[in-house]
């Protein structure tokens, strides 16, 4: 499904949209070019062509060549062994550095692993425009396409994933060696059943078809906590395949759920508006970005308690080129402790199920902007359980 904002994720889609976007605008070739990439999520048009060149939708740099693997089906998916990413690597001559401050050349490359010692390669920090002040992006090592961490590295995922099964009361079972799957249906019931505006049967039994697994109420909060440390293990990674290939997700009638359509960075805040908006997932889903504030017992009420996340630049409306779209999201919680610990610049996780509304045009606030009126689009949810958000840096 495409809709008219969805950004570009081609060179050729951002070449278009930056002609569309001179002519409307009155600006430069060069300014539309970067206007448009930082709008996908690049630093700049620069950014964009060495990612996208090199095969990747998303702004990382993969410089070797990779071949479909036969084992996996997921067209999209390349290089998919990657495993977490590593804030040190160590250079040929044992030195180590640091992710951030790295650059290409500086070490004797290439790279590794400081742990097992597999090649690594680096992912440059860059600076993302956010609506209201740019957000740095953390730089990091991680491993070559169809690269593997050594078995018991810590950098490896897939033992990770097998500590979070093992301790999941069930909510992630193993279907083959270094393959599991999280059933997102138990999280739901458990949201359903710990919502305190809900009655929940009292022997947990609710009549329903296709139920494969037994359901016990007491354990709700546990498949929460480990639904939580599935996605903090997710944020630990570069993207949603790293960790799609060692724990697969099931939705009722053990229908298969793709990570994308169920985990959200900040790039991709207004797809999970629309899969909400459009009714395309009844599953909870996860939304991960950067806290811009967290107001507490909003007039004086201590059950009122906001945390809102960092925008995304407004987009430009394809129907209306004087109007900018934009996305909020907002986390409410009725018990002001749950917000304790976290603070403006942190990136949370969020997980449950959302709602979405859209509010219509207004005028923009500042004048002589890029636009005239702005349409603010809203998903929000309310924390059921305290571990629905988590810290993941
Ligand atoms: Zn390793």
Redesign the pocket.
């Known amino acids: 499904m495409r809709t008219t904002d969805t950004p570009p994720s081609t060179l050729r889609g951002i070449r278009r949209k930056a002609k569309k976007l001179k002519r409307d605008k009155n600006i430069s070739h060069d300014e539309a070019l970067h206007a448009v990439a930082r709008e996908c999520g690049f630093q700049d048009f620069h950014h964009a062509r060495r990612s996208l060149e090199r095969g990747s939708a998303t702004p990382t740099p993969n410089t070797t060549p990779t071949e479909p693997q036969p084992s996996d089906e997921k067209p999209h998916a390349q290089g998919t062994v990657m495993?977490i990413k590593m804030n040190l690597a160590k250079d040929q001559n044992g030195r180590e550095w640091d992710a951030d401050t790295y650059q290409r050349g500086m070490g004797a490359e290439p790279l590794m692993?400081?742990?097992?010692?597999?090649s690594v390669t680096h992912n440059p920090s860059y600076t993302r425009e956010m609506y209201d002040k740019p957000v740095l992006v953390p730089g990091y090592f991680r491993l070559l396409p169809k690269g593997a961490?050594?078995s018991h590295?810590?950098?490896?995922v897939d033992e990770e994933v097998d500590k979070i099964a093992m301790e999941s009361e069930g909510l992630i079972e193993s279907i083959q060696r270094d393959k599991y799957r999280m059933r997102l249906v138990m999280i739901k019931e458990a949201l359903e059943g710990a919502s305190p505006a809900k009655d929940q049967d009292s022997d947990g039994s609710r009549a329903k078809t296709g139920r494969t697994y037994v359901r016990n109420p007491s354990l709700l909060p546990a498949y929460i906590n480990s639904a939580n440390r599935a996605l903090k293990l997710r944020a630990l990674c570069a993207s949603n395949q790293d960790i799609e290939q060692h724990l697969e997700l099931i939705f009722e009638g053990n229908v298969k759920v793709s990570w994308d359509q169920f985990y959200y960075e900040t790039e991709r805040h207004m797809e999970a508006f629309h899969a909400v908006s459009q009714n395309v997932v009844q599953h909870p889903i996860a939304l991960q970005g950067n806290v811009k504030s967290v107001r507490r017992a909003l007039k004086g009420d201590a059950s009122k308690n906001v945390l809102n996340l960092q925008m995304n630049a407004f987009r430009v409306d394809q129907d209306d080129a004087d109007n900018g779209i934009g996305l909020e999201v907002s986390v409410w919680s009725r018990e002001t402790a749950w917000f304790n610990g976290l603070e403006d610049g942190d990136d949370v996780v969020v997980l449950g199920v959302w709602k979405s509304s859209i509010t219509p045009p207004s005028a923009a606030p500042r004048e002589g902007g890029r636009f005239k009126t702005l349409t603010k689009r809203r998903l929000s949810l309310s924390l059921i359980l305290k571990p629905q958000i988590s810290k993941v840096r």
């Open positions: 495993g692993c400081t742990h097992c010692g597999v961490h050594a590295c810590r950098f490896g």
